[in-house]
């Protein structure tokens, strides 16, 4: 595609609920990483994907977060028994390749309420 | 883990002037540097970056300089435009932009 897709824009979920974030990268980017941005803050890292394999996973700040690249395009953050603290703006990137400069999508705000 | 510092957080500059973001790091090992951009609710967007090799890199009105023995880069604009304000964001990554840790942000204002 033209840029990187994410969906939902937007997400408002219950407390202790569970959720999918989708990211879709440009055609043919082999590198996908994941950001969370909090209001007045820079992203933080959470992972990133080289083709299907998540090469470093160090910024998933537990174990109810977990994200899948299956085919190595598509992929999917979920998050497990969200709790309120877990409200951001969740953005995806991706790269042609490692070490290249990002493209971001535009993100899912997440509200936990 | 490496660290970012940034400085100012808020800058406010009259149309034509320069402005002139810091920012730190901590890790030796990191050497790439990019800059980001953010307008209010949108995504943010590359506007140059520097690799470790390089002292100043240079795109039009502006400028990227990395003094690696300090740990510190910083951006520049010049003749600044109203179209110019926005949240500025750098970054540093010890493994060439695999994993980039970000400043906190400069708020950029350009008045008329």
């Known amino acids: 595609g033209a840029g990187v897709s994410q969906t939902p824009s937007n997400k408002v979920t219950e407390k202790g609920k569970y959720v999918e974030l989708r990211c879709d990268p440009i055609?043919?980017?082999?590198?996908l990483y994941w950001y969370r941005q909090s209001l007045g803050q820079g992203p933080e890292f959470l992972i990133y994907?080289?083709?299907?394999?998540?090469?470093?996973d160090s910024g998933l700040p537990n174990d109810r977060f977990f994200a899948v690249r299956p085919e190595g395009s598509v992929s999917t953050l979920k998050i497990q028994r969200t709790e309120r603290g877990d409200s951001a703006v969740y953005l995806c990137?991706?790269?042609?390749?490692?070490?290249?400069?990002?493209?971001f999508g535009s993100g899912t705000r997440l509200t936990v309420v | 883990g490496e660290n970012v510092e940034q400085h100012p957080s808020t800058l406010s500059v009259q149309e034509g002037d320069s402005a002139v973001i810091k920012c730190t790091y901590s890790?030796?090992?990191?050497?790439?540097f990019p800059w980001y951009k953010q307008e209010l609710g949108k995504r943010p967007q590359l506007i140059i970056d520097?690799?470790?090799?390089?002292g100043e890199k240079k795109d039009q009105r502006i400028a990227v300089t990395l003094n690696k023995t300090a740990k510190h880069f910083s951006l520049h604009i010049t003749e600044t435009q109203p179209e110019d304000s926005a949240v500025y964001f750098c970054?540093?990554?010890?493994?060439?932009?695999?994993?980039?840790?970000f400043g906190t942000g400069t708020q950029l204002k350009v008045e008329l």
């Open positions: 990137a991706s790269s042609p390749g490692t070490g290249t400069g990002y493209t």
């Open positions: 520097i690799r470790s090799n390089v």
């Open positions: 890790d030796s090992a990191s050497n790439y």
């Open positions: 994907f080289q083709g299907t394999g998540a090469a470093d």
């Open positions: 055609s043919g980017h082999t590198a």
């Open positions: 970054a540093a990554s010890p493994g060439g932009g695999n994993k980039l840790t």
